[in-house]
């Protein structure tokens, strides 16, 4: 996972609370995205960014805002966690369309 | 939009046997097909792609095969070992579009 890092590893959350997942790069891609991974459902899509400044919603994005300030930046905010939003949730970058995505490692949260 | 079905969700094998891993999407417009491994713990990694103008594509142990009639493509592992045990997924995309659909995962054990 070099290249990409998520902060925190780990969180627990109570319903209700917010709180804002980081995640850099330092590969200097254009394109990141926010995945949530949770069994049996593979990974899916919450929002993407294809270059600094621009947002996209991607397959499940109700609850989450995201922000790119900067190339290097993307975050992803819980404004009030829900206990379905317990799961774990990646960051990847990538050139674009139709190229390899790198995934960070990964922030795994539980609400409760 | 984009629906990757893949089969099977959990797979054994005799160490030094072959795996194979099946995926079928349903957008004709789609021409990229990865495959990601991601380990206990780990955010998934790339091990192989191919695009829409190539029916197979190989790396060592590891090949793909496409069949762009069918719309399924297969993930083949030859004399595998323990360190193949993992979980697998495919993945699918449509030029110009930065959207990735998953697979749901394929978890693969080694038997020694």
């Known amino acids: 996972n070099a290249g990409v890092t998520q902060t925190p590893k780990f969180q627990v959350l109570k319903t209700g609370q917010s709180m804002t997942l980081q995640c850099a790069q330092d590969?200097?891609?254009?394109?990141m995205y926010w995945y949530r991974q949770d069994p049996g459902m593979g990974l899916r899509l919450i929002y993407y960014?294809?270059?600094?400044?621009?947002?996209d919603k991607g397959e499940v994005p109700n609850g989450y805002n995201v922000s790119r300030l900067n190339k290097r930046e993307f975050s992803l905010r819980l404004e009030s966690a829900a206990p379905s939003q317990t799961s774990v949730y990646f960051c990847?970058?990538?050139?674009?369309?139709?190229?390899?995505?790198?995934f960070g490692p990964g922030t795994r949260l539980t609400v409760t | 939009g984009e629906n990757v079905e893949q089969h099977p969700s959990t797979l054994s094998v005799q160490e030094g046997d072959s795996a194979v891993i099946k995926c079928t999407y349903s957008?004709?417009?789609?021409?990229?097909f990865p495959w990601y491994k991601q380990e206990l713990g780990k955010g998934p990694q790339l091990i192989i792609d191919i695009r829409s103008n190539v029916g197979e594509k190989k790396d060592q142990r590891i090949a793909v095969t496409l069949n762009k009639t069918a719309k399924h493509f297969s993930l083949h592992i030859t004399e595998t070992q323990p360190e193949d045990s993992a979980v697998y997924f495919c993945a699918a995309s449509t030029a110009g579009n930065e959207k990735l659909t998953f697979g749901t995962g394929t978890r693969l054990t080694i038997i020694p």
């Open positions: 957008d004709s417009a789609s021409n990229y």
């Open positions: 590969m200097n891609h254009n394109s």
């Open positions: 960014s294809a270059s600094e400044g621009t947002t």
């Open positions: 990847a970058l990538g050139k674009g369309s139709s190229y390899e995505q790198y």
